[in-house]
């Protein structure tokens, strides 16, 4: 309780000092008084334009954050369409070689059979016209 009197007092104080600010000032000409006057204004305006200043700097550095995460997603996109070419140039591949190997398996075979088939029919033909 005496703390949040003594904020009061304070804040009444600090009022009272600019109340004894404008009263000491009575005295001094309009003219300078509006000098002071324009002084707090160029201040005030000076503080308002560096405010702007500090906001536009952040807006901007908030617009280049999302430009970068922007590029980064664009060469993430562009790196998986590139593996994905691949990887379908290596399942043709991978096809193609087992097609191959099928068909050499294939012709491999057939041709051990059908000299094996030729060979017996010749042993065959030649008991047969020995006899």
Do not use: P
Not at 30 to 53: H, I, L, P
Not at 118 to 129: T, V
Request: charged share 40%; glycine share 2%; proline share 0%.
């Amino acid at each position: 309780m005496l703390a949040k009197k003594q904020k009061t007092y304070t804040i009444i104080e600090d009022d009272a000092d600019d109340d004894a600010d404008v009263h000491s000032n009575a005295h001094v000409s309009s003219e300078s008084r509006r000098k002071d006057n324009g002084k707090r204004f160029r201040r005030r305006a000076v503080s308002e334009a560096v405010e702007d200043e500090e906001k536009k700097r952040e807006i901007e550095e908030e617009r280049q954050k999302k430009r970068e995460i922007e590029e980064e997603r664009q060469k993430k996109r562009e790196i998986e369409e590139e593996r994905q070419h691949l990887h379908l140039h290596a399942g043709i591949w991978r096809v193609s070689c087992n097609f191959n190997r099928s068909l050499c398996v294939f012709l491999t075979t057939w041709f051990h059979l059908s000299t094996k088939v030729l060979f017996c029919c010749s042993a065959l033909f030649y008991r047969w016209n020995s006899d």
